[in-house]
T-cell receptor, first 114, second 114 residues
Framework: DTAVSQTPKYLVTQMGNDKSIKCEQN?????MYWYKQDSKKFLKIMFS???????INETVPNRFSPKSPDKAHLNLHINSLELGDSAVYFC?????????????FGSGTQLSVL | GNSVTQMEGPVTLSEEAFLTINCTYT??????LFWYVQYPGEGLQLLLK?????DKGSNKGFEATYRKETTSFHLEKGSVQVSDSAVYFC?????????????FGKGTKLTVNP
């Protein structure tokens, strides 16, 4: 069974559209994250949630809104998509909040905005 | 905040060659240091870590030593295999805004040819 699964794997859409990426973890972890990896492989944290509460919110446009309906899910909704949003988005989870906790990553969602 | 700088890639080696991927960091205090690896089409996974000065992290033949005097955490492997082809990310812990997070380097792509 996949530990951290995210869907869809590929997402191609037009500028201005609204789209969502879903993430689920079956590890029983308390903390979940969204990372963005740009075309140069630079990986940057966007959000993290612990027990459904937002604990990290980096400088991300308001068009990005994470939603955590329960501990096992952290979905990412993006409004009014722009060309610069094209990237690979990774969901991750860890048992606790600290950085010494091992991160478990999903296999990524490649978003292409045309 | 804390940051890491990795050597620019891509790195191309022949099988059984010696590998070094340089990583230096800038930090206040004593962060934990990590290497994550991303195999093609997969999410990142933790390769090794070190939590204090002079600690050596090791896994799957890879090693890295936490050097406080040179603020470095270089990744090494004595004899690479084709299966080591991946993108390698150096990371460190950062504390800011009331929360802890991992800060990643830009990644170094390694290709090992038979």
């Amino acid at each position: 069974d996949t530990a951290v699964s995210q869907t869809p794997k590929y997402l191609v859409t037009q500028m201005g559209n609204d789209k969502s990426i879903k993430c689920e973890q079956n590890l029983g972890h308390d903390t979940m994250y969204w990372y963005k990896q740009d075309s140069k492989k630079f990986l940057k944290i966007m959000f993290s949630y612990n027990n459904k509460e937002l604990i990290i919110n980096e400088t991300v446009p308001n068009r990005f809104s994470p939603k955590s309906p329960d501990k096992a899910h952290l979905n990412l909704h993006i409004n009014s998509l722009e060309l610069g949003d094209s990237a690979v988005y990774f969901c991750a989870s860890s048992q606790g909040e600290g950085t010494n906790e091992k991160l478990f990553f999903g296999s990524g969602t490649q978003l292409s905005v045309l | 905040g804390n940051s890491v700088t990795q050597m620019e890639g891509p790195v191309t080696l022949s099988e059984e060659a010696f590998l070094t991927i340089n990583c230096t960091y800038t930090a206040t205090g004593y962060p934990s240091l990590f290497w994550y690896v991303q195999y093609p089409g997969e999410g990142l996974q933790l390769l090794l870590k070190a939590t204090k000065a002079d600690d050596k992290g090791s896994n799957k033949g890879f090693e890295a030593t936490y050097r406080k005097e040179t603020t470095s955490f270089h990744l090494e492997k004595g004899s690479v295999q084709v299966s080591d082809s991946a993108v390698y990310f150096c990371a460190l812990s950062d504390y800011g805004g009331g929360s802890e997070k991992l800060v990643f380097g830009k990644g170094t792509k390694l290709t090992v040819n038979p």
